[in-house]
C-alpha cells in the first residue's frame, strides 16, 4: 500500500467507477450529515481529486454503472430524508455534465447493477423504505 491524494470530501456508501479514459468517478454518498450530490475525479497518473459537476440528487446506497458509450448510470439509493429515489441519472465525462434519465418502477436502495453484454443494465433486488426488501429487477 501506498498514500495517494486525499479526496477533497469525506464521504461512505458511495460509488468509484473506473472511467474508459483511466481516470476514476466518485459519486455520493453520505458525509455522516446529508447524502451528497457532489461528485469528484480522480486521475491515478498524477494521485490528485478534482471537483466535477454536482448529480441533481444527494444519493447514498445507490449504484454507478459504466456504459458502452463511456457514460455512467446512476441509479436511485436514498435521499437526505432517508427515503428512497427512482430516479436515475447520466453522467457524460467528456461534458462533465449529468442529466436525469428515465425513472425506475420501484423505489430502491442496496441494490446491485451488473452491465450486460447486450449493453444494458440489469438492477435486481435492494430494499425500500416503505416495502421492506425486494425480489424486483428492472432494465435500463
Known amino acids: ?13 458511495h460509488t468509484a467507477s473506473v472511467l474508459s479514459n483511466g481516470k476514476v468517478l466518485v459519486t455520493g454518498g453520505f458525509n455522516g450529515y446529508i ?6 475525479l480522480y486521475d491515478p497518473l498524477i494521485g490528485t481529486w478534482a471537483t466535477t459537476s454536482n448529480m441533481n440528487d444527494g ?3 445507490h449504484r454507478a454503472s459504466v456504459l458502452s458509450n463511456g457514460k455512467v448510470l446512476v ?4 435521499n437526505n430524508d432517508g427515503i428512497n429515489l427512482n430516479s436515475a441519472e ?3 465525462p467528456s461534458t462533465d455534465t449529468w442529466t ?3 425513472s425506475m418502477t420501484n ?3 442496496f441494490h446491485t447493477a451488473s452491465l450486460l453484454s447486450n449493453g444494458k443494465v440489469l438492477v435486481t433486488g435492494g430494499s425500500n423504505y416503505y416495502v421492506g426488501f ?5 432494465l435500463y
Not at 1 to 13: D, K
Not at 35 to 40: G, M, V
Not at 75 to 78: A, E, H, I, L
Open 1 to 13: 500500500w501506498s498514500a495517494t491524494g486525499n479526496m477533497n470530501n469525506t464521504r461512505r456508501f
Open 35 to 40: 447524502a451528497l450530490n457532489s461528485t469528484e
Open 59 to 61: 444519493r447514498v446506497y
Open 75 to 78: 441509479s436511485t439509493g436514498y
Open 90 to 92: 447520466l453522467y457524460d
Open 100 to 102: 436525469t434519465t428515465g
Open 107 to 109: 423505489a430502491r436502495g
Open 134 to 138: 425486494l425480489n424486483s429487477a428492472e
